[in-house]
């Protein structure tokens, strides 16, 4: 079967760390650029990270973020396991969401970009 399955969310406290995972059945997840995106409560659904493929213009594992995270959340593969991973430091409460992966042939972070989506893990800030 075809499928992503997004891990790894919990509850911590403002300043503490997750690492959400993102594996992979039945395709090569390292063939697609991949975006981690999120969906907080009442709000539209937004961009975090991604990580791209080795073709086209961009160099192989290139990754991008947006604004919000960047210098507290790295995006990584790991071959081997089939897997995409979102470390996440320093959370803040404005992270709280439910964390989305997802693949597709372009790297970025707009939504309608990516076409094969996972059911999301709960990630919630507070203290």
């Known amino acids: 079967q075809v499928q992503l399955v997004e891990s790894g969310g919990g509850l911590v406290q403002p300043g503490g760390s997750l690492r959400l995972s993102c594996a992979a059945s039945?395709?090569?997840?390292?063939?697609?650029?991949v975006g981690w995106f999120r969906q907080a409560s009442g709000k539209e659904r937004e961009g975090v990270a991604s990580i791209s493929t080795n073709d086209g213009s961009d160099n192989y594992g290139a990754p991008f973020y947006t604004d919000s995270v960047k210098g507290r959340f790295t995006i990584s593969r790991d071959t081997a396991k089939n897997t995409v991973y979102l470390q996440m430091n320093n959370l803040k409460p404005e992270d709280t969401a439910v964390y989305y992966c997802a693949t597709g042939d372009s790297p970025g972070l707009r939504s309608f970009d990516y076409n094969f989506w996972g059911q999301g893990t709960q990630v919630t800030v507070s203290s």
């Open positions: 039945g395709f090569r997840l390292h063939r697609y650029a």
